[in-house]
């Protein structure tokens, strides 16, 4: 199933982004636009990590704390869990650490990593890296100069309906809504660790 890059052309540079296209080799070697090679145009992203940051709410369940922001592509503010792009070098960790602090003012005393998804394999090399925060702690936010989000929280119930009624279509929060009713359900364990720093 391996395809062999054979050549690679860089088509844009964006401010984080960068689109290519290589040529590769199939397979088979028989088939494909040009006799057994093919193209393939693609965005290079440096990654990111979202966050699925849990309040407790007094009555032995959960709160999730989410975000409507405006997402220019698609035209319109959609909800969904917090998140940012790794900085070069960055642990995915610190940048679900700092992205939490940044864009919501909270801390979080113990950290869970659920795992590595890549939301738009045929044409990004994007991967998010997919952490659980709890021990919430308030404080200022630090948004980036021209970023503009509100901060709310939800009942698990009410976040999981949302995703089946097709108000949550952003596809990072789609799968960690999945991997928190797993979690809560006792089906897909997490391995917690203090923050020794908050």
């Known amino acids: 199933m391996r395809e062999q890059p054979l050549a690679s052309e860089p088509l844009l540079q964006g401010h ?81 650490q700092r992205e939490l602090r940044e864009e919501t003012g909270y801390t979080a005393r113990e950290w869970a990593y659920a795992g590595l998804m890549h939301p738009t394999p045929a044409y990004s090399t994007e991967g998010i890296h997919l952490w659980f925060a709890r021990g919430l702690t308030a404080g200022p936010r630090q948004l980036d100069a021209g970023e503009h989000l509100h901060v709310f929280t939800t009942t698990v119930p009410e976040l999981l309906d949302w995703c089946r009624q097709g108000r949550v279509t952003d596809s990072k929060t789609l799968a960690a809504a999945l991997w928190l009713q797993n979690y809560l359900s006792g089906a897909w364990p997490l391995d917690w660790q203090r923050d020794e720093s908050a």
Not at 40 to 48: D, F, T
Not at 56 to 84: F, N, Y
């Open 16 to 96: 984080f982004l960068r689109v290519q296209r290589d040529t590769v080799r199939l397979p088979d070697g028989q088939h494909g636009e040009h006799g057994g090679t093919a193209t393939r145009e693609y965005v290079r992203h440096p990654g990111a990590a979202v966050i699925a940051a849990l309040l407790e709410d007094g009555q032995g369940g959960w709160r999730v704390v989410l975000e409507r922001q405006w997402r220019h592509p698609l035209g319109q503010a959609i909800i969904e869990l917090p998140a940012g792009k790794l900085d070069p070098g960055e642990p995915p960790l610190h940048c679900a």
